[in-house]
């Protein structure tokens, strides 16, 4: 059994939470938010605090909080035991803490609904020593995930590529579905476009996939699209995307 102190109260410990809940394997015996209101709901099932110096002893302390407060916070760890941040950003050497160190990366999306499973959900750790490898890929493997070493830098990479792929794709939905609503035209129209593009860049390739009045070099239809488009910044959005659309299609 893996014991677990679980630190943060954000979207992804709630995940965490959730999934260590119903995986065998996972002794979730702590759970820490510097606001306890925020998981009071759970105390009947975990043992809750708001202070680090009452942190119980664990295999792994899991770090689940933003990315600017994850050297602070581990500074504060008292322990020989193994801590673990989960960011794509932060490097390894980052924890600031007196004992052992790890990385535990789910290369994932996490909402206020929690996933329903970790199945084949990728993992990238890094550890200092290959025991501590061995904890961190039994943990991944008893929440249904798929384990993956890389080091710091090449999970930096990573984590870039997801903001591109992830946050400004779905920043562009969202200036899509603004200008649907301003228009009075409804948003729904769009889901099945939306699941066919993902989906045809996953089965045949992005590159493969790419359709649209930038790859033929329609400039007629561009700059239709540009005098629709009276906000101007999403106006150099488009520019710039179709830009890089033409040249990587030339």
């Given at each position: ?26 002794d ?7 606001k306890p209101?925020?998981?009071?709901s ?10 680090i110096?009452d ?14 407060e ?7 760890i008292k322990?020989?035991?193994?801590v ?11 924890l600031?803490?007196n004992s052992?160190?790890?990385v ?7 909402s206020?609904?929690?996933?329903a ?24 493997l008893?929440?249904?995930?798929k384990?993956i ?12 590529i ?11 939905i ?19 476009i ?10 045949i ?6 359709t ?9 239809t561009i ?16 520019l ?6 033409k040249?990587?299609?030339?």
């Amino acid at each position: 059994m893996i014991k677990v102190v679980l630190i943060g109260a954000g979207n992804l410990a709630m995940n965490f939470q959730k999934i260590f809940d119903i995986s065998s394997g996972v002794d979730l015996i702590q759970w820490y938010s510097r606001k306890p209101k925020k998981i009071r709901s759970f105390e009947n099932k975990i043992s809750i605090t708001d202070k680090i110096s009452d942190l119980k002893p664990a295999d792994i302390y899991l770090i689940a909080i933003s990315d600017d407060e994850i050297a602070k916070m581990s500074a504060k760890i008292k322990t020989s035991a193994l801590v673990v941040h989960c960011s794509g950003s932060i490097a390894i050497d980052e924890l600031l803490c007196n004992s052992k160190k790890g990385v535990l990366y789910p290369i994932q999306t996490f909402s206020n609904m929690p996933l329903a499973t970790f199945n084949k959900l990728p993992f990238l750790i890094e550890t200092k020593n290959k025991n501590d490898f061995k904890l961190l890929q039994d943990l991944v493997l008893k929440i249904g995930g798929k384990p993956i070493e890389m080091n710091s830098q090449k999970r930096s990479y990573v984590h870039l590529i997801a903001v591109i792929i992830n946050n400004f794709g779905n920043h562009l939905i969202e200036l899509g579905e603004k200008i649907a609503q301003n228009h009075g035209i409804p948003f729904a129209i769009f889901h099945k476009i939306i699941e066919e593009t993902h989906k045809n860049a996953i089965e045949i390739g992005a590159r493969n996939s790419q359709t649209g009045p930038a790859k033929r070099k329609d400039n007629k239809t561009i700059n239709k699209h540009l005098n629709l488009l009276s906000d101007e910044g999403i106006k150099k959005i488009y520019l710039g995307l179709t830009d890089s659309i033409k040249k990587r299609h030339e």
